[in-house]
């Protein structure tokens, strides 16, 4: 009964009950956007890092992979000695460089890479098949740059390293094949790379060092805990930079940390917004229904059953504008994944809304938390109310 | 037109080796504010300066302590920065006579686009670019926080103008009984509608005027708690009088206008009917 009397409430007043649903569904769209941003990021950025299985990165003292041209030197050894040990299942070294091809009478710039097949977690095979041990002349094309310089399977392109910035000339030229087309995973949108044995690739590029590595990729066997081989490998090479996926993650929050505490500022505002609109809606409803709430008490309801009244009232306005939120929040999304997602340099794997059914169930629940803690006040309003005082006054 | 080669950033490791009384035969360096507050360094120490951990370190001698211009695009990246001779870093990094980029300051009354493309036509192998196109590229990321900002900006528009439609019409709704009586006692429903009108205007300004001073109290907040956490002079939040003059005037047209919608409904119906539901 108390539900039905709930539902009459609300039809009464249809445009106001209406604008309520349409400000909490507004409020719950940002709850739910912003509860998407706050885990999102890292959790993108751990399943890009996790997505061939390699939970460890060794890279230059001081940088995270990739991040600046410093290298790691004498890698050979070091993956050597990285493979021979029982805790890690593959280790693998990676380089990058610029290199450079001839197009018509221009050249274009693509990112190199040096890759290592057996220890390698940063691309994906699209088409065509991996390079073999011991080809020296196999490449790997990331689809971008397949799709702007039409290259496909078996072709031969001459590849220029070591570029003279004074004649343009290169210090070194090579015929590769493409053997295979693929998915750089740490790549942006767009981003023209290749990639080649890890020696013949090494080999075009300008170092200091004659065994740099701008990164080592090392994934743990099964059984072995992440964190204690990464202690170990850090206490051994001291002169190494060694992350786990968890740390690369903590580094990553740090970088991003204004998103988390725009994400936590937008969040609390909804909420506040949400609880205010529902306050100041019910807290106005029930004193216009005084005299109905005196007359139920003087007929024998309780004031536990009023208070369930103005309760479920509440929560019913707050479900279906969380409900009407929820997939608000997942449009709204989409669009503002779209505008961040455009940040120049960012890997293409990246999301910052991730949508995701946790995130949904932490915001539609404190969503209706937050509805029902809203409606305490005129909940304690309808149940103190005088009944003589309150009928007497609705008579005059 | 004057030349001034600049050496791109890099990866270092360094260690204070010795706290003044170094080898004044060093060459010197000079390292940024932030760098020597946190490790202690100052004018006359010594530091062992190395390009890679297993590397050979070579010892210089801290000559100056210098506060970094504020530059947005690395400030939140926490790096910290030694400034060494050009000749210097060059032969450190194993690199002699190198350079990653060259400023070029054109004499007054010649263009910087002209001066570029003139560049551009004798120098191979390298390209040069005006500082406004350069300028125009590295602004991209801010451009796409921009728009975030934007979006985030609209969609807080919509909750606003829905929360503010909510309590507009609630508060004319709660006025029933005044505007059965002055419509009783002879009003025109025209003085009624104003008086409401007014009542809204009055409160959208006040609203508008306690927002204006809540967002000047969060920048303020703002600046202070990132320039502290960043250690820098960037300013992060940034009330300009647009800012203000856009928001007051949302502010008062949804307030006004819910007001005005709230009002015509109310006295849509006659004063009698007014009194029943009051």
Redesign the interface.
Known sequence: MIGRWAARNAVRHP??TG??V??IA??S??LL?MTMLSGGMERSFENMLLSRGFQIRMS????LPFD???????VTPIVAALRSDPAIAAAGAAVGIPVHVRKADSLVTLVGYGVDPKGQGFYQVLEGSDLAPGDSAGMLVGAPAAARLGWRLGDTVRLLGR??????EAGIERLMTVRAVVRWLYDSRDQLSVGGPYRVVRAMGRF??PDPGSMIMIKVREGHDVDSVATRLAARY???QVNSVAALVRQFR??L??FQQ?SLI?AT??LV?AV??VA??LA?TVNERLGEVAVLRAIGVTRARLVGLVLIEAAAVTAVGTGLGIGLGLV?AG??DD??T???GLPAAISFFVPEPAAMFRATTVMIGAGLGAAGYPAWLAARAPIALTLRSEAE | MYLSPVI????L?IQLVAQSGGDPRSPGIAVEARLAGRWGISVGDTIAIA?????PAQQRVVEAIYRGRADPATA???ELAVRFHLADLANL???PDRVDRIGVAVRPGIGPDSAAARINQIG???RAYPSATIASESS??FL?VS??HQ??GF??I???A??L???M??KV??RRLDAAVMRMIGLARRTVFLAFLLEATLLASVGAALGAALAYLATVLTNLFYQR?FETTLVFAHLTPDIVLLAAALSLVLGIGAGALAAA?LLGATPLALWRRA
């Open positions: 445009i106001r604008l309520v349409l400000g507004v409020a769209a940002l956007d230059p003292k001081g940088t600046t041209e410093a290298t790691v030197a004498g570029l003279d910035p004074q004649s343009a200091v060092d001291p002169g190494v740090n970088r940390v204004y725009l937008l505002i909804s917004v205010l609109l100041t809606i106005i709204t669009w503002l505008i961040l455009s940040f120049p | 791109r950033t890099f990866s490791l390009a890679e951990a297993a590397g939140l990246r926490g990094l194993g690199a191979f192998g390298f991209q990321t796409v728009r975030f979006a985030i969609i807080a919509v909750a606003s829905v929360f439609l909510c309590i019409l609630l709704e709660e956490k409904r």
